[in-house]
């Protein structure tokens, strides 16, 4: 079956960088979309942006523009989400999501000094 | 940018009853392939969104009759036809049609009497 595994929890103090994985296995990394959505906490989702595995091309949402980055890795089959210049705001449950039906189980980012 | 809004913001519903939550667009959602782009989900307490309906009214894999979505242009609908016990969380409507870090929205609590 579909599956997507998230890596784990991450601590980081402001102004650094995270980048959290997505590992996808049961169907062919390079034919689906691979969407990234955050959560702060008691707050709505947030689309942030995609991925096409199968060519690499990337969409974003205007406000992550220049500072998140998706990237994938063909052969590990894993998608890759990185925020840089970290700020508290950005403390947030961060989630893959394929085709925005299948969703990864989440990755609590905390972003603390 | 689509701004989305839901109502009720919580719903508190006996078992075996109806439920119904509204979901508005600020544009259409009709997408020029003839599609309209708007999926409910359902986020149940420390779980990430499963995706409940997608394309206004089709019934994802596995999901009880019991749901149901319908609208058009603007303006979207969710039934739960009888609400069961294990139906208790947080109903998202998203739209794909101009995907940014709003597209999704606030959010419906749903509890139980």
């Known amino acids: 079956q579909v599956q997507l595994v998230q890596s784990g929890a991450e601590v980081k103090e402001p102004g650094a960088s995270v980048k959290v994985s997505c590992k996808a296995s049961?169907?062919?990394?390079?034919?689906?979309?691979m969407h990234w959505v955050r959560q702060a906490t008691g707050q709505r989702l947030e689309w942030m942006g995609w991925i096409h595995p199968g060519n690499g091309n990337t969409v974003y949402s205007q406000k992550f523009q220049g500072r998140v980055t998706i990237t994938r890795d063909t052969s590990a089959s894993t998608a890759y989400m990185e925020v840089n210049s970290l700020r508290s705001e950005d403390t947030a449950v961060y989630y893959c999501?394929?085709?925005?039906?299948?969703w990864g189980k989440g990755t609590t980012v905390t972003v603390s000094s | 940018d689509i701004v989305m809004t839901q109502t009720p913001l919580s719903l508190s519903v006996t078992p075996g009853q109806p439920a119904s939550i509204s979901c508005k667009s600020s544009?259409?959602?009709?997408?020029?392939?003839?599609?309209?782009?708007l999926f409910w989900y359902l986020q149940k307490s420390g779980q990430p969104p499963q995706l409940l309906i997608y394309?206004?009214?089709n019934r994802f894999s596995g999901v009880p009759e019991r749901f149901s979505g319908s609208g058009s242009g603007t303006d979207f609908t969710l039934k739960i036809s009888r609400v069961e016990a294990e139906d208790v969380g947080v109903y998202y409507c998203?739209?794909?049609?101009?995907?940014?870090?709003?597209?999704f929205g606030p959010g419906t609590k749903v509890d139980i009497k």
């Open positions: 049961g169907y062919t990394f390079t034919s689906n979309i």
């Open positions: 544009q259409s959602l009709l997408h020029s392939d003839g599609k309209t782009n």
């Open positions: 998203m739209q794909s049609i101009q995907l940014t870090s709003g597209a």
């Open positions: 999501a394929r085709d925005m039906a299948v």
């Open positions: 394309e206004v009214s």
